[in-house]
């Protein structure tokens, strides 16, 4: 089954009841038994939902896994994985990540033993000096957010293999019509289904993709004693996203590609961070192991002015300023007070963040109206 017929019907049955193509909406707290212990493979929906067992095996087949497991938000998934590992397990991570991951690596769970290295992975052959004999567990972001830093799977996980080290490789920005890091030798794949997944800024919820039985099985223990589910109508949503995921990722690259040349043309634009370009850190390596470079872009000004920064970004039209990404209309942010402010400040300048970075989530619009409002915006007055 290829991929966009693996995006309609890759775990989606008809309703076995009425016939319904649409997976229902199992909105029930709990199943009828025949006799005590005798049920049909459901007894609380914690434990099990139809809906979501619908989500979970369509998540798997996309990325070419076993098993997928759908948690309330991203983080509650991270939150998981995080879970699985002991005191004094450490955890080596990009230095470029997302804000709330870094928030809860740091926040929550160093106080419970963890140890949380942050470094520049774009040469993966540095990671070696970084590993010891606590090291259980590699994170990685690529495309990296916002910096669009791109790590070399295959190198992390070479590297990992030969120390037993798992790698879990955050698929947000790629999405799996883009990226399969499981058949690029990673151990997990993790989402955050409230952006390309879902696709239309209308659910809240994250995902695991994986294939080892004995990690599924802990992981799995931890999504229903800890209780971070996703409910019914947010799988059902994100079911319906999905179907039209491999059309919408389609055109968000061939904007972000039209927005990011335009962007680099235009004189008040200083650098541009987008994987396609040639010149872009280790675009060769995102040819490789990426079938199109994504709807994400970060860019800043000439002069490096905050306050300019945040004047243009109130003047856009089409590009909403808001949190979040991989919705079909297209949002702009500002990483250092929205998504990544829990990052300190001098963490954040190290990565290359500046102040003055602007991200971009390139939508489905007509390009060449989104680039007219890039126009409009960065037209001094």
């Not at 005590?36 to 434990?47: L, Q, T, V």
């Not at 948690?71 to 080596?92: C, H, N, Q, R, W």
């Not at 199109?292 to 920064?309: H, P, Q, R």
């Not at 039209?317 to 829990?342: D, N, R, W």
């Amino acid at each position: 089954m290829k991929f966009a017929t693996k995006t309609i019907h890759a775990g989606i049955t008809p309703d076995p009841t009425t016939g319904a193509i649409m997976t229902p909406i199992y909105q029930t707290t709990t199943y009828v038994q025949q006799a005590p212990g005798e049920h049909k493979g459901y007894e609380y929906s914690r434990s099990q939902n139809p809906t979501r067992d619908a989500l979970q095996k369509n998540l798997a087949a996309l990325e070419n896994g076993k098993y997928g497991l759908c948690f309330a938000s991203g983080l509650a998934a991270t939150d998981a994985v995080l879970k699985t590992l002991s005191p004094g397990d450490e955890v080596l991570s990009t230095n470029d990540l997302y804000g709330g991951t870094y928030r809860i690596f740091t926040k929550i769970f160093m106080q419970y033993g963890l140890k949380f290295t942050f470094i520049t992975m774009t040469d993966a052959g540095l990671l070696e000096q970084y590993i010891n004999e606590n090291t259980k567990l590699i994170w990685v972001e690529t495309p990296t957010n916002p910096m669009m830093h791109i790590i070399d799977i295959r190198a992390v996980v070479k590297l990992a293999k030969k120390r037993n080290i798992k790698v879990v490789v955050d698929n947000t920005f790629a999405t799996p019509y883009l990226q399969r890091p499981l058949d690029l030798g990673a151990d997990l794949a993790m989402h955050s289904v409230t952006k390309y997944l879902g696709g239309h800024s209308d659910v809240i919820m994250g995902a695991l993709v994986l294939d080892d039985d004995n990690w599924a099985q802990e992981l799995e223990f931890i999504q229903n004693a800890s209780g971070a589910i996703s409910g019914p109508q947010d799988c059902f949503l994100a079911l319906r996203g999905i179907k039209t995921l491999h059309l919408r990722m389609q055109r968000h690259s061939e904007n972000a590609a039209a927005v990011a040349c335009a962007l680099r043309e235009h004189q008040r634009v200083d650098k541009v961070y987008w994987p396609g370009f040639e010149d872009h850190p280790n675009h060769e390596i995102a040819k490789q192991q990426m079938d199109a470079f994504g709807g994400m872009i970060s860019f800043t000004l000439k002069g490096d002015d905050v306050e300019e920064t945040k004047k243009l970004m109130q003047k856009f039209k089409y590009f909403q300023l808001a949190e979040s990404l991989g919705g079909v209309e297209s949002l702009c942010g500002h990483p250092a007070t929205m998504t990544h402010a829990s990052i300190p400040r001098e963490e954040r300048i190290k990565s290359g963040l500046l102040d003055s970075l602007i991200r971009l989530s390139v939508g489905i619009e007509d390009k060449e109206d989104l680039i007219d409002d890039l126009n409009q915006a960065l037209r001094e007055r």
